[in-house]
Nanobody, 126 residues
Framework: VQLQASGGGLVQAGNSLRLSCAAS????????IGWFRQAPGQEREFVAA????????YYADSVKGRFSTSRDAAKNTVYLQMNGLKPEDAAVYYC????????????????????WGQGTLVTVSS
């Protein structure tokens, strides 16, 4: 499976942006799609994750209540809706797939995700 994140750009603080993660190839029911971000000079951090079959979601505390992730199975695409953006949300955002043959809890650990897409840059002006 190849993943391609898109939708990044420059926005003012307080505004919204929606990122897309398009998958070429099959995503299976127990797979998870995660969103991570990395700001310059900082480590990659978990943002959100979604279970493909059930649509269950999990968020980092820093984005809870502002960001939401969803999937469109017909389009093989996962979205990250980002509302109330803050300057500290600025980063390169990546989507990643964690393949699994059985149901597993959503995880914030990047090393559990097998495939990564290229990132998309989000810049937030104050």
């Amino acid at each position: 499976v190849q993943l391609q994140a898109s939708g990044g750009g420059l926005v003012q603080a307080g505004n919204s942006l929606r990122l897309s993660c398009a998958a070429s190839g099959d995503i299976f029911g127990n797979d998870h799609i995660g969103w991570f971000r990395q700001a310059p000079g900082q480590e990659r951090e978990f943002v959100a994750a979604i279970n493909w079959r059930a649509g269950k979601t999990y968020y980092a505390d820093s984005v809870k209540g502002r960001f939401s992730t969803s999937r469109d199975a017909a389009k093989n695409t996962v979205y990250l809706q980002m509302n109330g953006l803050k300057p500290e949300d600025a980063a390169v955002y990546y989507c990643a797939r964690r393949g699994s043959l059985r149901a597993t809890p959503l995880s914030p650990f990047a090393n559990l995700y097998n495939e990564w897409g290229q990132g998309t840059l989000v810049t937030v002006s104050s």
